[in-house]
């Protein structure tokens, strides 16, 4: 019984060695080196602020990223990079501001109807929200 139980064991761990290769080939497939240098260019996924030197107006984020979330910058004299202040408070939080309306709808439920509007707002790369109408006056 032992040794059988051996033999299974030994096929589970083979098993998943071939799995884990399989998923292993995969991540390489996207994977690259990447290599950066003092004075290079880059841009930076900023959700979760993690490493670099920042200005001191930002001395209260920790200074560390993942390399995975730089990518290097291509300059290009078309290329325009707006650039909007945004107050970030000392807790990394920023107040939302609605720049327009650009639909309205009404979400009709079975006893209910809720008005909707798709607001365009500021701070959030021109994204737009599916609000109730009521909470935007």
Known sequence: MVSETKVKV???WDCLKVA???QKSYADLKRHEIEY???DFIFLKVSPWKKLELP???DFIHDVFHVFMLRHYRSEPTHIIP???I??????TFEDEPVQ???RDVK???RNSIPLVKVLWRNHNEKATWEPEDTMR
Do not use: C, W
């Open 108 to 110: 009709v439920l079975r």
């Open 87 to 92: 107050e970030v408070r000392l807790d990394l």
């Open 37 to 39: 240098s003092v004075g």
């Open 83 to 85: 650039f909007e202040e």
């Open 10 to 12: 030994r096929l589970i």
């Open 20 to 22: 884990s290769d399989r």
């Open 101 to 103: 309306i650009l639909d």
């Open 56 to 58: 001191p107006t930002l």
